[in-house]
């Protein structure tokens, strides 16, 4: 395995490496910087927790040199947390080159955004809406991009930005480089990467094994009235240390929360309508240690450096599969036991087949022994044994 100084980074950029502490390159890192330094588009399809950023981010920065005032980098990202995320990897890594960032995301003023970008940036970290307003204000002028990133696309195309992103692209000039990175690569990745990007090369370092294979998980079949109850008592009994429950729409999300609280332990909730300061409390705190339990919606399934999260609940059944994919992603990582729990009640079957058919296999039912179902649940489906769920060995 080479170290980061074998792969053409200047030392600038080597120095800041050092300094955090990395020595060797990623798979993606390894094979996607040396394509990035030589100008050529990428795309790159890598799962969350690959060291992505830090794949484009790195050779970025190299290409781009000491700072210059003006934006030559854009990278484009579904979420605001997402946003603030990349920005740190950007001024770690660009520390010894002066290099200057511009974080631009809605739900905040626009004081500091527009400072930021009047005082001279090199890089601009943006969702889509915000960067939009700001080009409409004339604040911001794209004519100087030199590199332009899409950074989680199929996310971003899931949360209906494919127009805003094919606008934004067309603001920036025709003689640029192109990276697409995504988790997953799909017939809709390929139609925005044939007029995106020019003979781009594709870097992917998906291992084949999805967090579905490496997470024990199981579906647990209750009355939709019961799936608070059954919540509950899962909590109860999984000797979790944290553990992320996520719900299809933000409303559960702020009922499951305050049920949660009402029985007595604190919890952090993060979806699309709490304000951007309760949004990073919240995530802060949850990284923190300080809320073991992290109530949110899709926009945490994935992008954001969250460890240790030992259990993730699934209040719903998701509504696309890849997203069950990413959800119980969130647990079991770098090589850490994880448990993930699916609530299924039978109005959601369509959307628990969908996900069976892109795993290639049923998902295990099981009945949480000792608690007072309605009606007895169905074990049937897939064949799958009756157990409760297993206490985690510490």
Same mark, same amino acid.
């Given at each position: 395995?080479?170290?980061?100084?074998?792969?053409?980074?200047?030392? /600038?950029?080597?120095?800041?490496?050092?300094?955090?502490?990395?020595?060797?390159?990623?798979?993606?890192?390894?094979?996607?910087? /040396?394509?990035?330094?030589?100008?050529?588009?990428?795309?790159?399809?890598?799962?969350?927790?690959?060291?992505? #950023?830090?794949?484009? +981010?790195?050779?970025?920065?190299?290409?781009?040199?000491?700072?210059?005032?003006?934006?030559?980098?854009?990278?484009?990202?579904?979420?605001r947390e997402l946003a603030v995320q990349v920005d740190e990897n950007f001024q770690k890594y660009g520390k010894y080159l002066g290099t200057k960032t511009a974080l631009l995301y809605g739900g905040v003023g626009y004081g500091n955004q527009t400072k930021?970008?009047? $005082?001279?940036?090199?890089?601009?970290?943006?969702? /889509?809406?915000?960067?939009?307003?700001?080009?409409?204000?004339?604040?911001?002028?794209?004519?100087?991009?030199?590199? &332009?990133?899409?950074?989680?696309? $199929?996310?971003?195309?899931?949360?209906?930005?494919?127009?805003?992103?094919?606008?934004?692209?067309?603001?920036?000039?025709?003689?640029?480089?192109?990276?697409?990175?995504?988790?997953?690569? @799909?017939?809709?990745?390929?139609?925005?990467?044939?007029?995106?990007?020019?003979?781009?090369? &594709?870097?992917?370092?998906?291992?084949?094994?999805?967090?579905?294979?490496?997470?024990?998980?199981?579906?647990?079949?209750?009355?939709?009235?019961?799936?608070?109850?059954?919540?509950?008592?899962?909590?109860?009994?999984?000797?979790?240390?944290?553990?992320?429950?996520?719900?299809?729409?933000?409303? $559960?999300?702020?009922?499951?929360?305050?049920?949660?609280?009402?029985?007595?332990?604190?919890?952090?909730?993060?979806?699309?309508?709490?304000?951007?300061?309760?949004?990073?409390?919240?995530?802060?705190?949850?990284?923190?240690?300080?809320?073991?339990?992290?109530?949110?919606? @899709?926009?945490?399934?994935?992008?954001? @450096?969250?460890?240790?999260?030992?259990?993730?609940?699934?209040?719903?059944? /998701?509504?696309?599969?890849? $997203?069950?994919?990413?959800?119980?992603?969130? #647990?079991?990582? +770098? +090589?850490?036991?994880?448990?993930?729990?699916?609530?299924?009640?039978?109005?959601?079957?369509?959307?628990?087949?969908?996900?069976?058919q892109l795993l290639g296999r049923p998902i295990e039912r099981r009945k949480c022994e000792g608690f007072r179902y309605f009606s007895e649940p169905n074990l049937t489906l897939g064949g799958a044994k009756t157990s409760a769920p297993r206490k985690r060995?510490?």
């Open positions: 395995m080479p170290n980061f100084s074998e792969i053409g980074l200047p030392e /600038p950029v080597l120095r800041s490496l050092a300094e955090a502490g990395y020595v060797n390159p990623t798979p993606i890192q390894e094979k996607a910087i /040396p394509v990035i330094l030589s100008g050529r588009d990428l795309i790159g399809a890598a799962q969350t927790g690959t060291g992505k #950023t830090a794949a484009f +981010a790195l050779p970025a920065l190299a290409r781009l040199g000491p700072a210059a005032g003006k934006p030559r980098c854009l990278v484009l990202v579904p979420t930021a970008l009047q $005082d001279g940036v090199d890089v601009v970290i943006a969702t /889509p809406g915000r960067l939009l307003d700001l080009h409409e204000q004339r604040i911001l002028d794209l004519q100087s991009i030199q590199i &332009t990133i899409l950074d989680e696309v $199929d996310r971003m195309l899931d949360m209906g930005f494919i127009e805003d992103v094919s606008r934004i692209i067309r603001l920036c000039p025709k003689e640029r480089q192109t990276l697409l990175f995504s988790a997953t690569v @799909d017939e809709r990745i390929g139609k925005i990467a044939n007029w995106a990007l020019r003979d781009p090369i &594709t870097v992917d370092v998906r291992t084949g094994k999805t967090a579905a294979e490496t997470v024990d998980h199981a579906i647990f079949p209750v009355d939709v009235f019961q799936k608070y109850d059954l919540l509950l008592e899962l909590l109860r009994r999984s000797d979790y240390k944290s553990v992320i429950v996520f719900t299809r729409t933000k409303r $559960d999300a702020d009922r499951i929360a305050e049920w949660i609280e009402g029985h007595g332990t604190p919890v952090a909730t993060l979806h699309a309508d709490r304000s951007q300061s309760e949004r990073t409390q919240a995530l802060q705190g949850f990284k923190q240690g300080k809320y073991s339990i992290l109530v949110a919606t @899709d926009i945490a399934s994935r992008g954001l @450096d969250i460890s240790g999260v030992t259990h993730v609940i699934n209040y719903n059944v /998701p509504e696309h599969p890849e $997203d069950y994919v990413h959800r119980i992603g969130r #647990t079991g990582r +770098a +090589a850490t036991e994880g448990e993930a729990f699916t609530l299924f009640s039978p109005d959601e079957l369509h959307h628990l087949q969908q996900i069976e060995n510490r």
